[in-house]
């Protein structure tokens, strides 16, 4: 009887233990949950502009920053803006079902297609105040930013570089959240964006329309040359493809198969098979900013070989694997000399010239855009810090990612080919195509969230310091404009603000209510398994 009491004890002592586990998670995820939307009423009802962000603010709002400074009229499209921060909300939607979150991202939607432009893409910037303001912008804080050329010129055109893309995206996103009807034009207007825009030989130019009123070098202008740079061509591809995935829209396989197309049309012949960052109307390789000589580059080859395996994946065809041979060959001769690597940190210079196979390195001196220059030469002493001279590359992973991948038959290549409809990701409904997949918080974790939710203020807001940001726009006495590019050394290195300047950041934003969403999301996947 003693041993059975006993037996009993335990078990109602080990019952208790897990009812007490239970509920200390269960307030856990109360004060997560309420801590996510006192933030997200922050920022949305004090911090956005019309429903759209910029990266970083001061507190008390009277300066902000993109990737430069912008007005108080503007809304960045990427680098942790708007885009970011809708696809947040529709994923803080998902997870708890308050319907405020997908009130945030109709706000943050209806911002970006505010500032559509007539082609259907997207600039870098959506200034509310009108075409005048920003060319204002454009005119003085883009003219002066020393090492930002893309923001050195207006052009009025919509530019793929992630800006499009990422806006495009979202916008599907958002249509296929609902089925809403009145997103529907601005996403066809978008797709069409991305159709009329690619050359005939399945590439895309950085910009479009096509326009040639900035030559700086060689009187040409790299915004209209073929762009591999900055995922552009990739990202392009997969967005077609998520809208034919997810639209079933079949008239997109035609762009979507002269795109994959465009990677065999540019590898360039033996012994140097690689690829350019951009090439000419002639498909040489051509120059694009200022720093990206007319060269081979070695992290956009191995880019370029890891795409070719995925669209064997696609297609089933094998004419996409039969020069990846050539290029990992080409990679193995360009290998730094072990007195380069820095001590085994690198493996590969950034570019490498043409004919010559030999590394070049890009430099700069002076910190304004009225006395800096750039170079290009064969030293690699002092190269320029905020783009890069040498990489890591691990080619024994890819040549393992390509025995695996050269042996699958085409039907086993295509087994869960997006280009197959019903069989992308095993959907259910299209809807599922852009949920979050998160990993499983672990209870370790539950440290970092009580810290995240502890660190909210009396405001609701997550502060930061030592961000990196820009000076105003000013002219001296002399007639000088400052630079305003972020503050970095001559070099090109960043500089980051040293003071106890406090910022409202949405990088912070977005990477604590990852957190706290994951860890919500976790606890139902717990509910509906029963672990």
């Known amino acids: 009887m003693r041993t059975t009491g006993y037996l009993v004890y335990i078990l109602l002592s080990f019952l208790s233990s897990i009812e007490t586990s239970f509920s200390q998670k269960s307030d856990l995820a109360t004060d997560a949950r309420q801590a996510m939307l006192y933030a997200t009423r922050f920022m ?20 902000r ?12 499209i990427r680098t942790s803006g708007t885009t970011d921060m809708g696809n947040l909300f529709l994923d803080c939607y998902n997870t708890t079902g308050d319907e405020y979150y997908y009130e945030a991202a109709e706000k943050a939607v209806s911002a970006l297609i505010s500032g559509q432009l007539p082609c259907g893409g997207w600039d870098y910037i959506i200034d509310f105040a009108g075409v005048s303001s920003l060319k204002e912008w454009y005119n003085t804080i883009g003219k002066n930013a020393w090492g930002w050329d893309e923001y050195n010129h207006y052009y009025g055109t919509g530019t793929h570089k992630q800006n499009t893309t990422e806006a495009a995206r979202f916008l599907l996103r958002m249509y296929l959240q609902k089925l809403d009807p009145k997103f529907k034009p601005a996403l066809e207007k978008a797709i069409g964006f991305f159709v009329v825009s690619q050359y005939p030989l399945g590439g895309w130019p950085q910009r479009y329309p096509l326009k040639y009123d900035y030559p700086y070098k060689e009187n040409r202008d790299y915004t209209s040359f073929y762009t591999f740079n900055d995922d552009i061509t ?55 900013r200022r720093y990206e000589p007319a060269s081979l580059a070695t992290h956009q080859t191995y880019r370029q070989v890891m795409l070719l395996m995925r669209f064997y994946q696609f297609t089933g065809d094998r004419k996409f694997l039969a020069r990846i041979p050539h290029a990992i060959k080409w990679l193995e001769s360009s290998r730094l000399p072990d007195d380069k690597t820095e001590g085994g940190k690198y493996t590969h210079p950034y570019f490498v010239e043409v004919g010559t196979n030999r590394p070049i390195y890009a430099h700069r001196k002076g910190t304004r855009l009225q006395d800096g220059q750039y170079w290009i030469d064969y030293n690699d002493d002092n190269p320029l810090l905020h783009y890069g001279a040498k990489v890591r590359l691990d080619i024994n992973h890819l040549k393992e990612e390509y025995a695996k991948v050269d042996a699958l038959t085409p039907e086993e290549a295509t087994r869960n080919s997006p280009l197959k409809v019903g069989r992308y990701k095993g959907l259910n409904s299209p809807q599922e195509y852009f949920l979050p997949d998160y990993a499983t918080v672990k209870a370790s974790d539950e440290k970092a969230v009580r810290t995240v939710i502890g660190s909210l203020d009396d405001q609701h807001r997550w502060l930061s310091k030592n961000e990196w940001v820009s000076r105003p726009y000013t002219i001296s006495a002399t007639g000088v404009e400052a630079n305003t590019a972020p503050f970095s050394t001559e070099g090109g290195e960043q500089i980051r603000d040293s003071t106890n300047q406090q910022y409202i950041s949405t990088q912070v934003y977005l990477a604590n209510m990852k957190l706290l969403d994951s860890y919500i999301s976790s606890l139902k996947k717990d509910k509906t398994t029963g672990l």
């Open 44 to 63: 949305v009802e004090k911090v956005s502009t019309r429903g759209g962000y910029v990266r970083l603010y001061l507190p008390d709002f009277s300066r």
């Open 65 to 76: 920053w993109a990737e430069l400074e912008t007005y108080k009229s503007q809304i960045a």
């Open 234 to 288: 990739w990202e392009n591809i997969e967005f077609l493809v998520q809208c034919y995935a997810t639209l079933g829209e079949a008239r997109l396989l035609d762009p979507i198969r002269r795109g994959m197309n465009f990677s065999l049309v540019t590898q360039q012949g033996n012994p140097q098979g690689g690829w350019a960052e951009q090439y000419d109307m002639g498909l040489k390789p051509a120059n694009g």
